[in-house]
């Protein structure tokens, strides 16, 4: 929502910029109509409105605010309605809507319109060279720096797309990882009650571990369902954080100046990749507390039930204006798309931020 309303008053900024514009230069060209040859008003109105108003809409429509601007100004000239001398201020208005089509639209589309542009305003400029060469030079510049303009706008596009690309590509590769630390961790269990299953001769122990086999390898063929299919080589043996460890995360919060209220529900037993996922949404989350809203107080609500994890984290911070492509929201998204959950961070109702994300593990 903040998104939305920040576009919304950037985009009206820009267009009081443009309605600025067309005012300023229909004040000039009303002026220079009426100044030495005192036209009607009747005559005097439509022409400044035809000349000027297309800078007020160039945003929205730039090639007609283009095109009507520069036959408006055109008609003025021929129609003796403007003076030659007077040109000026038309000229500024054709050099804004070019501008725009430069910015906005394809290069064949832009130098077409800049190529009409100059012919137009040439053949009206009185036919000296020098008048010419004038309009020549301040059309084809304009069109220089809007055509460079958009070439830049469509380089850092490109650039924002690549590293949106490449943080989902290193997200994604940090939770592989993750889950190879998981079920290397489940493999070995498995491997050790294996072995103690060959060696006992009592057939409750045997029994027992068999169990354990039985229970560790069902949960290890559920976080390779979640795998990305990225292994790293130096895979340790040692279990991942999960639920338990969220005291310790809510600690450190605290001694960072977040107030957090932790409130863990139901059972804790849970499969060890969803228990590691609950925890890193976790500890991302108040991450960006800590950065973005201390000092502050936060509430995270951790609801286990036979079928999900839910975690919602809530903060009575400032909230933000922009979520971004960072990692953060990468990673938790990532986290939960892995499950196949629902993921959702915005603002809250009463203020502050919300995170709310959902883990099926049944």
Excluded at 292 to 308: E, F, G, L, M, R
Excluded at 312 to 325: A, F, N, Q, R, S
Aim: proline share 5%; net charge negative.
């Amino acid at each position: 929502m903040l998104v939305t309303v920040g576009t919304v008053i950037a985009r009206l900024h820009l267009y009081l910029v443009d309605l600025t514009a067309a005012v300023v230069i229909g004040v000039l060209v009303g002026y220079a109509m009426v100044e030495h040859q005192e036209k009607p008003w009747w005559l005097v109105l439509p022409s400044t409105a035809l000349v000027a108003l297309p800078v007020a809409v160039r945003r929205i429509w730039p090639v007609p605010a283009l095109a009507v601007t520069t036959a408006a100004t055109v008609a003025v000239v021929i129609g003796q309605v403007l003076p030659t001398e007077a040109l000026g201020a038309p000229v500024g208005a054709v050099c804004f809507a070019l501008y725009t089509v430069a910015v906005q639209c394809s290069r064949t589309w832009s130098l077409a319109g800049c190529a009409v542009a100059v012919v137009a305003i040439s053949g009206v400029s009185g036919g000296e060279p020098e008048n010419v060469l004038v309009v020549i030079a301040s059309l084809g510049a304009v069109w220089a720096i809007g055509y460079t303009t958009r070439l830049r706008r469509s380089m850092l596009e490109r650039e924002l797309s690549q590293r949106s690309e490449q943080a989902l590509t290193d997200e994604r590769m940090r939770i592989a990882r993750e889950l190879h630390d998981v079920v290397a961790h489940n493999l070995s269990l498995i491997a050790v009650q294996a072995g103690n299953a060959a060696h006992v001769r009592s057939p409750e122990h045997a029994y027992a571990a068999l169990t354990v086999i039985s229970e560790t390898s069902r949960a290890a063929l559920t976080e390779m369902r979640g795998l990305l299919g990225v292994l790293r080589s130096d895979a340790a043996l040692a279990p991942s954080p999960g639920l338990d460890g969220l005291a310790e995360l809510a600690d450190r919060a605290s001694l960072a100046g977040v107030r957090v209220t932790l409130d863990v529900r139901g059972d804790a037993a849970v499969p060890e990749g969803v228990g590691l996922s609950a925890y890193r949404i976790v500890q991302e989350a108040l991450t960006n507390v800590v950065k973005h809203a201390a000092p502050a107080s936060c509430t995270v609500v951790v609801d286990v039930t036979p079928s999900s994890v839910r975690v919602e984290v809530t903060d009575d911070g400032p909230g933000v204006k922009e979520l971004g492509v960072g990692h953060g929201l990468i990673g938790m998204r990532e986290r939960v798309a892995v499950y196949g959950g629902e993921f959702s961070a915005g603002p809250g109702t009463g203020g502050g931020f919300r995170v709310v994300a959902e883990l099926p593990h049944r």
